[in-house]
């Protein structure tokens, strides 16, 4: 299964490398990371460079878009929002937190329902109906504002169950 992780500036680091860490237990994923560009710079500066870059996320079986700032501007911009269309045919989009902004950007929150964590409910519900729990399936698209062990867990059971 072909798992592609985003990286955009002001990602959150810890956020990716929770993601990272849980997606890599799962036998038969494919990981890799991908970004417009080929240097991103997280949230304090740090500079991380992609695996991939500035190619198409056709084909990826599961989209994955990690918590940041970076994502409060980057819902807006039309050229990184084209090249997240590109994964449109993902079984699986899943955004954590202000990731998940990212995808309504995108328009993949289209007549779906997410979560977010509290402040950012507004900024949700101009894509979605907004939902309050911690982690949030709508035929496909995944949200999650908290990932904690419960949470890994309902997520480890959707992944497991329906292998694509």
Request: charged share 25%.
């Amino acid at each position: 299964m072909k798992v592609g992780i985003l990286m955009f500036d002001k990602i959150n680091l810890l956020s990716f490398a929770k993601i990272y860490d849980f997606l890599h237990k799962f036998e038969g994923f494919n990981i890799k990371t991908y970004a417009l560009k080929p240097e991103i710079v997280d949230e304090f500066g740090i500079r991380l460079h992609p695996e991939i870059y500035a190619e198409s996320l056709y084909g990826v079986d599961i989209l994955v878009v990690p918590d940041g700032v970076g994502a409060l501007g980057l819902r807006y911009d039309e050229i990184f929002l084209s090249w997240i269309k590109s994964s449109a045919s993902a079984k699986f989009k899943i955004g954590f937190d202000l990731g998940v902004l990212i995808l309504g950007g995108a328009g993949f929150l289209e007549d779906r329902e997410a979560c977010i964590r509290g402040g950012y409910k507004n900024a949700l519900s101009g894509y979605c109906e907004v939902n309050d729990a911690k982690m949030c399936e709508s035929r496909g698209v995944i949200s999650v504002s908290e990932f904690d062990d419960e949470i890994k867990e309902q997520l480890a059971k959707i992944l497991s169950k329906d292998k694509i």
